[in-house]
C-alpha cells in the first residue's frame, strides 16, 4: 500500500468553479502535510503547510486535514484559468523516519476552462 | 531573496558518461535535498544533507549515485555511468533549521534539472 495517495486526474472545471483535491494517507506517524504546484516543466511551489487536524486558510486556497479519516483535502475557491497546473500532496516529519523526508502524491492535474 | 537555483537547467548526456547537477539552496538555509521526479511517476525522495553531512541516503540508488553539500559552493548530485533509465527531472529543495520540530521544516524547491540520457 502506498504511503500516500493521490487521484491523478485529469480534472476539468469551468473558471469560477470551487476545485476539491484529496489526498489519502496510510501511515499515521506524521507531522505535517504539505500541498505544491506545478506548473508544466517547473519546479513545485509551496502552497499550504499543515501540522494539525482542521482548515487553514490563505486567500483562495484552503488546506483541511482529517486525522481521524487519514484525508487531506486542498480546497480552490473561484478557480481561474492560472491555477491550471498539477497539485501535489505530500507528508512528512514520520517518527523514527528521516527528518524532512517528505512523502509525495503522484500529483492531481487541473485544468481550469475559462 | 533568491530562490533555490539548479544548474543546468537541461543536460544532456550519452551513456557511460557522468552527470553533475548543481543546487545551491536559498540564502539562509542550511539543509538540502534532492528528488527525482520520472515520467508520470511522483517525486521521489533521494537524500538529504546538511554542511559536510549525509544525514538520510535511504532513497539513493546504491550505485552510481553520490551527493555531497561542501563546506562552501553548491550541493552536487553525481551520477556515474548514467543509463537511459537515469533520464528524469531532477529537483533540489532546501530548508531553514527550526529546532524543536523534527522534520517540520518547509521545504522550497528550484527549478529543476532535466537529465535527458542518448
Known amino acids: 500500500q502506498k504511503e500516500v495517495e493521490q487521484d491523478p486526474g485529469p480534472l476539468s472545471v469551468p473558471e469560477g468553479a470551487i476545485v476539491s483535491l484529496n489526498c489519502t494517507y496510510s501511515?499515521?506517524?506524521?507531522?505535517?502535510f504539505m500541498w505544491y504546484r506545478q506548473y508544466s516543466r517547473k519546479g513545485p511551489e509551496l502552497l499550504m503547510y499543515?501540522?494539525?487536524?482542521g482548515n487553514k486558510e490563505d486567500g483562495r486556497f484552503t488546506a483541511q486535514v482529517d486525522k481521524s479519516s487519514k484525508y487531506i483535502s486542498l480546497f480552490i475557491r473561484d478557480s481561474q484559468p492560472s491555477d491550471s497546473a498539477t497539485y501535489l500532496c505530500?507528508?512528512?516529519?514520520?517518527?523514527?523516519?528521516?527528518?524532512?523526508?517528505?512523502?509525495f502524491g503522484k500529483g492531481t492535474k487541473l485544468s481550469v476552462k475559462p | 531573496n533568491a530562490g533555490v537555483m539548479q544548474n543546468p537547467r537541461h543536460l544532456v548526456r550519452r551513456r557511460g558518461q557522468e552527470a553533475r547537477l548543481r543546487c545551491s539552496p536559498m540564502?539562509?538555509?542550511?539543509?538540502v535535498y534532492w528528488y527525482r521526479q520520472l515520467p508520470e511517476e511522483g517525486l521521489k525522495f533521494m537524500v538529504y544533507?546538511?554542511?559536510?553531512?549525509?544525514?538520510?541516503e535511504s532513497g539513493m540508488p546504491k550505485e552510481r549515485f553520490s551527493a555531497e553539500f561542501p563546506k562552501e559552493g553548491p550541493s552536487i548530485l553525481r551520477i556515474q555511468q548514467v543509463v537511459r533509465g537515469d533520464s528524469a527531472a531532477y529537483f533540489c529543495?532546501?530548508?531553514?533549521?527550526?529546532?524543536?520540530?523534527?522534520?517540520?521544516?518547509?521545504?522550497?524547491f528550484g527549478p529543476g534539472t532535466r537529465l535527458t540520457v542518448l
Open positions: 529543495a532546501s530548508s531553514p533549521f527550526r529546532s524543536g520540530l523534527a522534520g517540520g521544516d518547509e521545504q522550497f
Open positions: 501511515n499515521s506517524a506524521f507531522q505535517y
Open positions: 499543515t501540522y494539525s487536524s
Open positions: 505530500a507528508k512528512g516529519g514520520d517518527y523514527g523516519g528521516s527528518q524532512g523526508n517528505l512523502i
Open positions: 540564502k539562509g538555509h542550511s539543509h
Open positions: 544533507l546538511q554542511k559536510e553531512n549525509i544525514i538520510d
